[in-house]
C-alpha cells in the first residue's frame, strides 16, 4: 500500500493514523509538486497571439507572399511568417486593399478564417472587421495582430514586419462606434 493511501485513507475510522507534522509534510510536497508545474509553464510560455518575444533580439525576415494581383477582392490565403508555427492570413478586402492578420484569435487562440466580408473566429462566434482587425461581435475584445505588406516594383508581395495593435486613442472617427455621434448634452 502507498504512504498517501496509509496517510489518508478513505474511512474515517482509520483517519487518526496521520499527525499535524504529516499533513504538513504532504501539503509541502503538494505545494512544491505546483510551484514546480507553474514555473515549468512560464519556462516554456509562448505568447498566445503569436507576437514576437520582446527579449528575443530576432531581425524579422520579409516572406514573400506571391503577386498582388493573383488575390481578387474577397479572397483570403494563408502563410507562415516568423516561423512553421505562425499562421497568418492575407486577404484582400472588397475595396480592393490588402491586409494581413495573424490567424490566432484574441479570444482562446482559434484560428481565425475570412468569410462573407469579415475575420470570423468559429469557436465562439466572433467578428473581426477587415480593415483594423477590431473585434465587432463576440467574445473577443482585443484586435488581431496586423502583419505589414509591402508591394515591390515588379509587383510581388511581401510580408515585411508586425504592426503595433491599434488603440481605442489612435482611431481616426470611421471606426469610432455609431452612438458617439449622437452624444447627449444637457
Known amino acids: 500500500m502507498t504512504w498517501w493511501r496509509r496517510a489518508f485513507p478513505l474511512e474515517l475510522a482509520e483517519e487518526s493514523h496521520f499527525s499535524r507534522r504529516e499533513f504538513a509534510r504532504f501539503l509541502a510536497v503538494v505545494s512544491a509538486g505546483f ?35 493573383d488575390l481578387k477582392a474577397g479572397q483570403s490565403r494563408l502563410f507562415k511568417f516568423r516561423d512553421e508555427h505562425d499562421a497568418c492570413i492575407l486577404l484582400r478586402t472588397p475595396k480592393g486593399e490588402l491586409r494581413a492578420y495573424r490567424q490566432t484569435c484574441t479570444h482562446l487562440g482559434c484560428a481565425v478564417r475570412f468569410r462573407d466580408e469579415r475575420l470570423e473566429c468559429p469557436c465562439h462566434q466572433g467578428f473581426f472587421e477587415v480593415d483594423r482587425g477590431f473585434p465587432v461581435q463576440g467574445p473577443p475584445t482585443r484586435p488581431l495582430g496586423a502583419i505589414a505588406l509591402e508591394v515591390r516594383p515588379d509587383g510581388t508581395l511581401w510580408a515585411v514586419g508586425e504592426l503595433p495593435k491599434p488603440t481605442l486613442e489612435n482611431l481616426d472617427r470611421r471606426a469610432a462606434c455609431p452612438r458617439d455621434k449622437h452624444e447627449v448634452t444637457a
Open 35 to 69: 510551484t514546480t508545474g507553474i514555473g515549468y509553464l512560464w519556462w516554456r510560455k509562448k505568447p498566445l497571439e503569436g507576437a514576437s518575444d520582446p527579449e528575443a533580439k530576432h531581425a524579422e525576415v520579409p516572406v514573400a507572399l506571391g503577386l498582388a494581383a
